[in-house]
């Protein structure tokens, strides 16, 4: 989800959007390790400013506020819940376009919060090939659909891999059962991501912005179109 989530952010900022980054997954927040920034641009009475990305994605976190980006957020779901709030409330976030939230995996307390406390347009749900995730991805369809948040579509990641020797493409992670889930819940499938060393490289050095992000212009183009 963090990839994708920092992927497409920086797919729309190359569009010419303006584009923030709310990174709502509090216990394992991964965004200012992807886009490469440790610290955030100040604050004033009015609050805090996000990270500026070299390509001027603004990004907030926890780990932005940490004095140790390993040290581990030991907090119960209300406060965590509470945290998401502030990094929308209290946060001054620059004439965003476009925000990319990253929600930890489930239907707790982050997802809920989110969307009862944004104002939301859509949710993207990001999956994997394992049969077992079909349940998982329903119950976060059916919290959308509960909450009343529209759901644009499935990616899912970590589809295939292609042998850079050969170009056969292999279901490392077995075969996809996206299709059906799809017809299930009457939702289109946005992407199939393929497993890619160089986007884990790029994410870990802090590169994300470098990535080309042509797999997921069916992302953006329902993104775009809400």
């Known amino acids: 989800k963090s990839t994708v989530t920092s992927m497409l952010a920086v ?17 394992g927040p991964s965004a ?16 805090l400013y996000p990270a500026l990305t070299r390509g001027g994605i603004q990004v907030m976190s ?18 965590i819940a509470g945290a998401v709030k502030q990094f929308w409330t209290d946060v001054i976030w620059n004439d965003v376009d476009y925000m990319f939230v990253d929600m930890p995996p489930g239907t707790g307390d982050v ?36 909450m009343q948040v529209p759901v644009l579509g499935l990616v899912e990641n970590y589809s295939y891999f292609r042998c850079p020797d050969c ?23 946005l992407a199939r991501l393929p497993i890619d060393p160089n986007v884990a490289k790029a994410c870990d050095s802090g590169n994300a912005e470098s990535l080309a992000c042509e797999e997921l212009e069916p992302v953006l183009a329902a993104v775009l179109s809400k």
Not at 11 to 27: E, F, N, P, S
Not at 32 to 47: I, K, L, M, R
Not at 62 to 79: E, K, Q
């Open 111 to 146: 997802p809920l919060t989110v969307f009862q406390s944004l104002p939301i347009d859509g949710v993207i749900i990001v999956t994997s090939p394992q049969e077992l995730v079909s349940m998982i991805v329903g119950k976060a369809v059916r919290m959308a659909n509960m």
């Open 32 to 47: 200012p390790t992807a886009f490469g920034v440790s610290e955030c641009q100040g604050a004033n009475d009015d609050g």
């Open 11 to 27: 797919a729309m900022a190359r569009k010419g959007k303006r584009v923030g980054v709310l990174d709502a997954d509090i216990t």
């Open 62 to 79: 926890i780990n932005l506020l940490l004095d140790n980006a390993s040290d581990p957020v030991l907090w119960r779901g209300p406060i």
């Open 167 to 189: 170009g056969r493409e292999h279901a490392i992670f077995g075969e996809s059962h996206l299709a059906e889930t799809a017809m299930k819940y009457h939702l289109p499938v």
